[in-house]
């Protein structure tokens, strides 16, 4: 099968892909037009942001059986005709969550100590302390919107902030221990930072606006390092000339093109874009949230397992439940029937020919039984072990139990029987001693 990567990663995904057996090209530099020409050769693509893959590229490119896209957001790929045309969309969000999140934190610890103000200042030989007093997260409430994968890792380096984390998003029940859910009307109340984490669609375009901004009941301070059209930036500088917005972290920017390394190609910079730039109260990143050394190679593996998963499912070993319970204590007597008839007389025993069934229920509140048995003295069935008594205890999936302990190692006595109260199988534990396992079917004694 044959890939063609796009844009240049981390070696590691390359590697992987070979060491798989897929057969892996690259092409960073051909043009659009050209890369079109050659991609019906292909059944995977591996692309960053370096164009747009539309309806047009999709159309041409008819073995393509995925795209891999390495980063979060998939809003360059048509989704929907990729969909219609049963390519499968590959993003790896796990691989630079943690980078976002820690981007997010950083980037308003920064604004609120004035770091970027003050190192300025020393340099230029002003030692001013009054001038960069700090404000402290703790007490504040932070507001996210959209707990996804990045939401939730800024709500996760924000534990231990002594901080109130509140979430809005379109999804309900996405919530957790980290991060209350609430409605955007809450959250607009009680935010004192707001952090975009929303995905670039219909919904999010332009979502901080004027009216959106003017429904907060106190004024916040806005971290975006979501999407640049989240935001109407000509509305965020009115908002930071008027107050309301009291500060703000952008890692992205409106004016960004689809492939975010040719900001600066822009004919003419906005008037919004050079009050950010002039205002003490903006810190700006160039879309480096997800971008660190370790993301470089999270996003490549994460790329790389997901193909593996794809093509080459693991086994899934089904989880194996081990004992459940006791199932029977069993024991050597000098006269089993005096033995059964003394218990009965004296202990209450309900005893039969065997001995006498407790019954109890289990955790499921499923009905179990346990079994009491004295055995002759001369019995063979504890054999091989020496000892004067066996214990049975209750598994759930005997077979695939044996099958375990004997991939562990264990001494398995005899094979796997099977009657209308259930299935037995034997064992021998470290000190020699036999144990009966038992997956039982108790309705049978009822
Ligand atoms: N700056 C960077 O370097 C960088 C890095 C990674 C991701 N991102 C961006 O971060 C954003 C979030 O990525 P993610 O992986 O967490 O996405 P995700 O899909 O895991 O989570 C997004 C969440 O937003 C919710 N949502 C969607 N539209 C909404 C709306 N209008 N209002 C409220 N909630 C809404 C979704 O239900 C979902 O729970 C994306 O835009 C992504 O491109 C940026």
Same mark, same amino acid.
């Given at each position: 099968?044959?890939?063609?990567?796009?844009?240049?990663n981390?070696?590691?995904l390359?590697? #992987?892909?070979?060491?798989?057996?897929?057969?892996?090209?690259?092409?960073?530099?051909?043009?659009q037009?050209?890369?079109?020409?050659?991609?019906?050769?292909?059944?995977?693509?591996?692309?960053r942001?370096?164009?747009?893959i539309?309806k047009?590229?999709?159309?041409k490119?008819s073995?393509?059986?995925?795209i891999?896209?390495?980063?979060?957001?998939?809003e360059?790929?048509?989704? !929907?005709?990729?969909?219609?045309?049963?390519?499968l969309?590959?993003?790896?969000?796990?691989?630079?969550?943690?980078?976002v999140?820690?981007h997010?934190?950083?980037?308003?610890?920064a604004?609120?100590?004035?770091?970027?103000?003050?190192?300025?200042?020393?340099?230029q030989?002003?030692w001013?302390?009054?001038?960069?007093?700090?404000?402290?997260?703790?007490?504040?409430?932070?507001?996210?919107?959209?707990?996804?994968?990045?939401?939730?890792?800024?709500?996760?380096k924000? #534990?231990?902030f002594? !901080?109130?984390?509140?979430?809005?998003?379109?999804?309900?029940?996405?919530?957790?221990?980290?991060?209350?859910?609430?409605?955007?009307?809450?959250?607009?109340?009680?935010?004192d930072?707001?952090?975009?984490?929303?995905p670039?669609?219909?919904?999010?375009?332009k979502? @901080?606006?004027s009216?959106?901004?003017?429904q907060?009941?106190?004024?916040?301070y806005?971290?975006?390092?979501a999407?640049?059209?989240?935001?109407?930036?000509?509305?965020?500088v009115?908002?930071?000339?008027?107050?309301?917005?009291?500060?703000?972290?952008?890692?992205v920017?409106?004016?960004?093109?689809s492939?975010?390394?040719?900001?600066?190609?822009?004919?003419?910079?906005?008037?919004?874009?050079?009050?950010?730039?002039?205002?003490?109260?903006v810190?700006?990143?160039?879309? !480096?949230?997800?971008?660190?050394?370790?993301?470089?190679?999270?996003?490549?593996?994460?790329?790389?397992d997901?193909?593996?998963?794809?093509?080459?499912?693991?086994?899934?070993?089904?989880?194996v439940?081990? @004992?459940?319970?006791?199932?029977?204590?069993?024991?050597?007597?000098?006269?089993?029937?005096?033995? #059964?008839?003394?218990?009965?007389k004296?202990?209450?025993?309900?005893?039969?020919?065997y001995?006498?069934?407790?019954?109890?229920?289990?955790?499921?509140?499923?009905?179990?039984?346990?079994?009491?048995?004295?055995?002759a003295?001369?019995?063979?069935?504890?054999?091989?072990?020496?000892?004067?008594?066996?214990?049975?205890? #209750?598994v759930?999936?005997?077979?695939?139990?044996?099958?375990?302990?004997?991939?562990?190692?264990?001494?398995?006595?005899?094979?796997?029987?099977?009657?209308?109260?259930?299935?037995?199988?034997?064992?021998?534990?470290?000190e020699?001693?036999?144990?009966?396992?038992?997956?039982?079917?108790d309705?049978?004694?009822?």
């Amino acid at each position: 099968m044959k890939i063609l990567q796009l844009d240049s990663n981390h070696p590691i995904l390359k590697e #992987r892909l070979i060491n798989l057996g897929f057969e892996v090209e690259d092409d960073f530099t051909s043009t659009q037009t050209e890369i079109e020409s050659k991609i019906a050769n292909y059944e995977g693509i591996i692309i960053r942001s370096r164009f747009k893959i539309d309806k047009l590229f999709l159309e041409k490119a008819s073995n393509l059986k995925f795209i891999g896209r390495v980063g979060a957001g998939l809003e360059n790929i048509d989704e !929907v005709f990729a969909n219609s045309k049963g390519i499968l969309l590959i993003a790896a969000p796990e691989g630079n969550r943690n980078a976002v999140g820690e981007h997010a934190l950083g980037m308003i610890l920064a604004l609120f100590n004035k770091l970027k103000k003050a190192d300025l200042e020393i340099r230029q030989g002003k030692w001013l302390r009054e001038d960069n007093r700090g404000i402290e997260l703790e007490g504040k409430t932070i507001g996210i919107i959209g707990y996804g994968n990045m939401g939730k890792a800024l709500a996760k380096k924000l #534990r231990g902030f002594d !901080v109130e984390v509140l979430c809005y998003d379109i999804l309900n029940g996405v919530g957790d221990s980290n991060c209350k859910q609430v409605s955007l009307q809450e959250l607009q109340e009680k935010t004192d930072v707001l952090s975009i984490h929303t995905p670039q669609n219909e919904l999010s375009h332009k979502m @901080v606006n004027s009216t959106f901004i003017h429904q907060f009941k106190k004024p916040f301070y806005l971290i975006n390092t979501a999407r640049g059209s989240a935001v109407e930036t000509s509305d965020l500088v009115d908002a930071l000339t008027s107050g309301k917005i009291l500060g703000a972290c952008l890692d992205v920017l409106e004016y960004e093109k689809s492939s975010f390394e040719n900001f600066f190609e822009n004919e003419s910079l906005p008037d919004a874009f050079n009050y950010l730039i002039k205002s003490d109260k903006v810190l700006l990143s160039p879309h !480096v949230a997800g971008w660190t050394v370790e993301s470089h190679i999270k996003l490549a593996q994460t790329i790389a397992d997901k193909i593996e998963a794809l093509y080459f499912p693991k086994e899934i070993k089904q989880e194996v439940k081990r @004992v459940t319970g006791i199932g029977g204590v069993f024991f050597k007597s000098e006269n089993p029937v005096a033995l #059964r008839n003394w218990y009965q007389k004296h202990l209450g025993f309900n005893t039969d020919n065997y001995g006498a069934t407790f019954w109890w229920n289990d955790n499921n509140n499923q009905i179990a039984s346990t079994q009491w048995s004295p055995f002759a003295k001369e019995t063979t069935y504890f054999q091989p072990s020496k000892k004067d008594f066996m214990f049975n205890y #209750r598994v759930e999936n005997l077979k695939l139990l044996l099958e375990k302990l004997k991939e562990e190692g264990i001494t398995i006595v005899g094979a796997m029987e099977e009657y209308e109260y259930g299935k037995f199988g034997w064992i021998l534990d470290l000190e020699g001693n036999k144990i009966e396992l038992w997956e039982p079917i108790d309705a049978a004694f009822l």
